[in-house]
């Protein structure tokens, strides 16, 4: 009977072990898929603007996997793809006069901005600040009405294939910030 009993013991403490291995390398993988870094820029501006700090990160993610140095066969920049245009209409909405875009601080700052603006404009609905970040807010807001809306403040169909992708990406990209990080 102290067998059997010590051998069931054994046999669950081995399930829990692999259990909570399989839980760590599920992390750990994800944790690279989903990197994290200049977290406290991201807070600092995240709370400026009154946005989520894991909504700054997903878009981030999205846009540049934290690389802070990339730029899209557009002509977008940094870390939150800022387009050139669209950086210095921001500097002059920050009335800033010189500014490295590349900047870590710069471009979050920049891009942290931008989605103030957007949550502004489209009342806070992340569905629309995500879509319009993509494809722009005059975009939106045209799709808004010309009938992929039927209430006209949210989209019940984004006509962009790109833009849906995004949308989803960067949804599915916040859910992971959330779960794997404890920000703030």
């Given at each position: 009977?102290?067998?059997?009993?010590l051998?069931?013991?054994?046999?669950?403490?081995?399930?829990?072990?692999?259990?909570?291995?399989?839980?760590?390398?599920?992390?750990?993988?994800?944790?690279?898929?989903?990197?994290?870094?200049?977290?406290?820029?991201?807070?600092?501006?995240?709370?400026?603007?009154?946005?989520?700090?894991?909504?700054?990160?997903?878009?981030?993610?999205?846009?540049?996997?934290?690389?802070?140095?990339?730029?899209?066969?557009?002509?977008?920049?940094?870390l939150?793809?800022?387009?050139?245009?669209?950086?210095?209409?921001?500097?002059?909405?920050?009335?800033?006069?010189?500014y490295?875009?590349?900047?870590?601080?710069?471009?979050?700052?920049?891009?942290?901005?931008?989605?103030?603006?957007?949550?502004?404009?489209?009342?806070?609905e992340?569905?629309?600040?995500?879509?319009?970040?993509?494809?722009?807010?005059?975009?939106?807001?045209?799709?808004?009405?010309?009938?992929?809306?039927k209430?006209?403040?949210?989209?019940?169909?984004?006509?962009y294939?790109?833009?849906?992708?995004?949308?989803?990406?960067?949804?599915?990209?916040?859910?992971?910030?959330?779960?794997l990080?404890?920000?703030?």
């Open positions: 009977m102290a067998k059997k009993i051998m069931i013991v054994l046999v669950s403490l081995a399930a829990v072990v692999a259990v909570l291995g399989a839980l760590y390398l599920r992390d750990a993988y994800l944790r690279r898929h989903y990197p994290l870094k200049y977290e406290n820029i991201i807070i600092k501006y995240a709370e400026e603007y009154g946005l989520d700090p894991y909504f700054v990160c997903a878009m981030i993610d999205t846009e540049s996997n934290f690389e802070k140095d990339a730029v899209s066969e557009d002509g977008a920049q940094g939150m793809q800022i387009m050139p245009e669209t950086s210095e209409w921001i500097a002059g909405k920050l009335e800033v006069s010189e490295d875009i590349f900047d870590p601080d710069t471009n979050i700052r920049f891009g942290c901005w931008y989605l103030y603006f957007l949550k502004d404009k489209f009342s806070g992340r569905q629309l600040m995500i879509a319009a970040y993509n494809a722009g807010h005059n975009k939106v807001e045209e799709w808004l009405s010309q009938g992929y809306s209430d006209g403040a949210t989209l019940d169909e984004i006509p294939a790109e833009t849906e992708k995004y949308v989803d990406k960067v949804s599915k990209a916040y859910e992971e910030y959330k779960e990080y404890n920000i703030g």
